[in-house]
């Protein structure tokens, strides 16, 4: 089994900065892949950004330019750095690490007021 823990969600400003953090602990033999997904308020649950384990990375159009993922592989640590943040960017976030096993993290509110 494999814990996820996030943290760093919370309410800022419009153009303010949030970085969430979602520590990996259990039983890591290796990742594939970490990320980042979303849920608003009503709506489906979306991609924001993935990190594989060559460290290639995908991130969704919404994110682009404004989002940085990231990972501390020696604490298997994920990292997202939200940057310019909008109050379309309102949602639960939800870390996620795939070692062919999907783990999902009970999610951080982040909330953007304007």
């Known amino acids: 089994q494999v814990q996820l823990v996030e943290s760093g969600g919370g309410l800022v400003q419009l153009g303010g900065s949030l970085r969430l953090s979602c520590a990996a602990s259990?039983?890591?033999?290796?990742?594939?892949?970490m990320g980042w997904y979303r849920q608003a308020p009503g709506k489906e649950r979306e991609l924001v950004a993935v990190l594989g384990s060559s460290g290639s990375t995908n991130y969704a159009d919404s994110a682009k330019g404004r989002f940085t993922i990231s990972r501390d592989k020696a604490k298997n640590t994920v990292y997202l750095q939200m940057n310019m943040l909008k109050p379309e960017d309102t949602a639960v976030y939800y870390c996620y690490v795939s070692t062919g096993w999907a783990y999902w993290g009970k999610g951080t509110l982040v909330t953007v007021s304007s």
């Open positions: 259990g039983s890591i033999v290796s990742i594939n892949s």
